[in-house]
């Protein structure tokens, strides 16, 4: 069975630090790569940040995360984290993670899916 699993959300104050983690099983996890997604309510989601490293590492991270947030990955533990920095209320949302067999992409549109998708998890920071 596929399980992409988040975890690390949480309440944090603006300028505070939160690290997500996703923790895959089910499929081989060097073949993938694995994104951050996250959606507010009554907004569209957003690709936040994408890493892969099935021949040489590609990493993606919208423009506005660039220099808060930092995405790694262990592949002895098939996990991914997402280490944000410098939190902002506008950061507030479900985060998701995804597994895409194609690769990091360059941009993510809102209508983009993905081979596999965790269930989320609440990221709030407050003002």
């Known amino acids: 069975e596929v399980q992409l699993v988040e975890s690390g959300g949480g309440l944090v104050q603006a300028g505070g630090s939160l690290r997500l983690s996703c923790a895959a099983s089910?499929?081989?996890?060097?073949?993938?790569?694995i994104g951050w997604f996250r959606q507010a309510p009554g907004k569209e989601r957003e690709g936040v940040s994408c890493?892969?490293?099935?021949?040489?590492?590609?990493?993606y991270y919208a423009d506005s995360v660039k220099g808060r947030f930092t995405i790694s990955n262990d592949h002895a533990k098939n996990t991914v984290y997402l280490q944000m920095n410098s939190l902002k209320p506008e950061d507030t949302a479900v985060y998701y993670c995804?597994?895409?067999?194609?690769?990091?992409?360059?941009?993510?549109?809102?209508?983009?899916?993905?081979?596999?998708w965790g269930q989320g998890t609440q990221v709030t920071v407050s003002s």
């Open positions: 890493i892969s490293s099935s021949d040489i590492t590609t990493i």
């Open positions: 089910g499929f081989t996890f060097d073949d993938y790569a």
């Open positions: 995804a597994a895409d067999l194609n690769g990091c992409r360059g941009s993510y549109p809102p209508e983009y899916v993905a081979d596999y």
